[in-house]
């Protein structure tokens, strides 16, 4: 078992990854080197660091819609990650280890992922996903005592969670696999800084990785379990473009794409891949004029970005970003330009 900052790990491996696969023209950006793929957005449990009043309609992604993305993913070769979750609980959808086996089939990218708050990861599930190919699970059970439990994921599952966990764990030496890798996640929030420390304890002699999780408002709407010091942390900290919107969209449940994964009530949306290709979506001006105006500064323009922090959850890649940012359409030939 490992304790590391994963998230400073995946953002410079990201980065660098990207950063030569484009220079080696082995990708463009003719289309999104990362997805997110919603397979619904309902949930069994109202967690307070999660936003949960939806103004946006609720249900279940029609398979068809999911294969429909990965079919057209793997014409531009391989995604770096494709992560089967957004707003609600993937383990609801009765067909997910199905589409996790379906892209793993595909080859459709490096990593296949998903978070979960693991209630519903029986022993039948657990086998299902271990067979389905997946890579990587992550587990956001969030505290370390009952007590902390309750008043976080407003449940009383915690020891369901845990021998859900350790089941997982024993399964896969059972079936001789590898994967997926299990994660165990606690994110640091004032109900939870104390049981860190703890909690890493526990868990680094049975998962695989413990992840600490940074809190986020989401879009800036989300207020109240934020860190004591996250607003000293801000204020010395000047605001760089979102690098989400270079290279990884959100799919929703019902076929609309979002720009970024913390749009939980869909104002961000700028496509529809039941009406037109996502790589038509990811290339068409609607896209271009929201980074047009991350790199002129003008965030306030864009209502989903102007109080959000999730920006700070990425490594500064403006410099960068500028140079090689996503071309414009040519409006004579309708084609994009390659890299």
């Known amino acids: 078992m490992k304790m590391i900052n994963i998230k400073l790990v995946e953002q410079l491996k990201r980065f660098h990854f990207v950063r030569k696969m484009v220079l080696q023209k082995k990708i463009s950006f003719d289309f999104p080197v990362r997805l997110n793929i919603e397979p619904t957005n309902y949930c069994n449990l109202s967690c307070s660091m999660c936003p949960r009043e939806l103004n946006r309609s609720f249900g279940y992604m029609d398979i068809y819609i999911f ?69 990587t699970i992550h587990i956001s059970i969030d505290a370390f005592t009952k007590e902390t439990y309750k008043k976080v994921k407003n449940s009383q599952k915690l020891e369901v969670v845990e021998e859900n966990v350790k089941r997982l ?75 989400f919107l270079w290279y990884n969209p959100v799919i929703l449940w019902d076929g609309r794409v979002t720009t970024c994964c913390v749009d939980y009530q869909g104002k961000g949306i700028i496509g529809d891949i039941k009406e037109e290709t996502l790589a038509e979506i990811w290339q068409g001006d609607t896209l271009q004029r929201i980074r047009d105006a991350h790199l002129e500064n003008n965030y306030d323009s864009i209502p989903l970005c102007s109080n959000c922090q999730f920006w700070r959850c990425e490594v500064n890649i403006e410099k960068w970003l500028r140079k090689v940012n996503f071309p414009r359409k040519d409006r004579n030939s309708g084609k994009v330009p390659a890299l």
């Open 67 to 135: 294969q429909k993305i990965i079919n057209e993913s793997v014409l531009y070769g391989k995604r770096l990650i494709i992560t089967i979750n957004k707003d609600g609980e993937p383990l609801l959808h009765p067909e997910l280890p199905q589409m996790i086996k379906y892209a793993k089939d595909k080859k459709a990218a490096h990593k296949i992922n998903f978070y979960t708050n693991g209630i519903l990861l029986t022993e039948a599930k657990s086998s299902e996903l271990i067979k389905s190919g997946l890579d």
């Open 169 to 243: 764990v024993a399964l896969k030496k059972k079936l001789q696999s590898k994967t997926p890798l299990v994660v165990v996640k606690i994110i640091q929030t004032p109900d939870t800084q104390n049981e860190i420390k703890p909690f890493i304890h526990k868990w680094k002699g049975i998962a695989d990785f413990v992840e600490i999780g940074e809190y986020h408002n989401w879009d800036g709407t989300l207020n109240g379990t934020s860190p004591p010091n996250l607003k000293n942390l801000l204020e010395g900290t000047d605001r760089y473009p979102c690098t």
